[in-house]
């Protein structure tokens, strides 16, 4: 008895309520002929197989911001959504939207893959690079780290996850990178 109201208790004071929102949507399309593959500082650009790419990473896909508000009021989380983090998102770590320019930075997913985008709003310019650590490598790379013992808890913020910025500054480099150049407009399809 004691055990469901502790478990009542807790449901009503520590809830967090969160509300979605859209807060924009693009249309992509990326050109097969301009994806160039990195693998651990080999450019791969003329062996590689461009339309297996494109089918796996989408050539042509709809990226959704949203904005989740958390409460306590204030709290706030931007979320990407497409082709490959479309069920809940992925955790957005850096969103910065000028009139000129939107980038996007996720952090690094619990599959250890992330994604950047810079996009220019007036012509639809984007270069999109999908990056993807191996988990063994990059657990050992942490590990052997020239910080440290205490690299693990640092690389982490306070929700665990992992910034692009973080692992550069660690100098831990991905397994493999995926450069993408195209055009995504904002609500409008291509």
Known sequence: MNIIILLISLFFFHEVIASS?????LSCKY????????QQD???S???????ICKSFRCKDTVEIIKKDLQPKGQEEYLLRNSWFNHQGILIDKFSKTKEKLIINTFVSQANYAESYIINRLTGKTKRT???FDSSKFLDAINKSKFGKNTI???YNNKGKISLKTLKLFSIEPNETFHFEGLCLEGEEI
């Open 31 to 38: 050109n097969p002929t301009l994806i160039t593959k990195e």
């Open 46 to 52: 003329e062996n590689i197989d461009r339309l297996k």
């Open 21 to 25: 929102s859209q807060v924009l949507k």
């Open 153 to 155: 808890s640092a690389l």
């Open 130 to 132: 999908f990056y993807k």
């Open 42 to 44: 080999i450019e791969l």
